[in-house]
């Protein structure tokens, strides 16, 4: 079975050859080590949106668990083909390439697409910089981006990145609601939710060193920003 529509082919038509290697930088906003960088950057930065930042913190490690888990649980397979040939670039283009625009595993739903949503359409909603209408239309044209580059990449088919997008989107604010619905801290219930997230994935991989990982990472995030807060509140 197959979860393409042609979409691959479309690129292959459509896109030069040269235009992969963009692509691969363009999918990095999207990787673990930047959304991580971009995080931990923001947060400690001493301003009125820290708590902001630790629910969408909260929120992409719930998601981390959810669409890992996923992925173990159906077990559907990336796309075989590459739609631009990077055999075509110059060495060195090739060679960063190369180094940012593969990736193994499972391929539904989209990983990349999950946390690119949760963080920067996250961080739209928790940030004071600017507008509204403009940081959504920011972390819109992100997610985009993201998206399209793995579709371009030929790493996942567009409902991948459409169950992503989706499944972040729930899950985001799925947790801001029930937060508010109970009077509750946000990053305290993201953290909390994302604890029973990871040990589905840790459950579904067969604990694999990356499960638990973000388990422990999960509930060291709760039990670390509830001593913060205490503090901050005391």
């Known amino acids: 079975m197959t979860r393409g529509i042609g979409e691959h082919a479309l690129v292959n038509e459509l896109l030069p050859d040269w235009l992969a290697v963009v692509f691969g930088v363009l999918t990095q906003l999207g990787d673990i080590w930047f959304l991580s960088l971009l995080l931990a950057s923001l947060f400690l930065l001493d301003t009125p949106s820290r ?51 593969f990736a193994g595993g499972y391929g539904f739903p989209s990983g ?59 899950l ?14 946000r990053a305290t219930v993201a953290f909390a939710v994302a604890i029973p997230l990871a040990g589905f994935y840790f459950v579904t991989s067969g604990a694999e060193l990356e499960a638990v990982l973000i388990l422990a990472a999960s509930l060291a995030g709760l039990v670390g920003w509830r001593r913060y807060d205490s503090t901050r509140m005391a």
């Open 172 to 185: 985001l604010f799925g947790v801001r609601a029930l937060a508010d619905h109970r009077s509750l801290d």
């Open 51 to 101: 708590s902001g930042v630790a629910f969408v913190g909260g929120a992409w490690f719930a998601g981390l668990g959810l669409y890992r888990g996923l992925k173990e649980l159906l077990a559907w397979p990336r796309p075989t083909a590459m739609p631009l040939d990077p055999e075509a670039l110059p060495g060195v283009v090739e060679t960063i390439y190369e180094l940012t625009a």
């Open 112 to 170: 990349h697409a999950t946390s690119t949503t949760i963080v920067y359409v996250g961080l739209a909603s928790v940030l004071t910089v600017s507008t509204a209408r403009r940081r959504y239309a920011a972390a819109g044209t992100v997610v985009a981006l993201v998206c399209l580059a793995r579709i371009v990449l030929g790493l996942h088919y567009l409902v991948d990145v459409v169950a992503g997008v989706t499944l972040a989107l729930t």
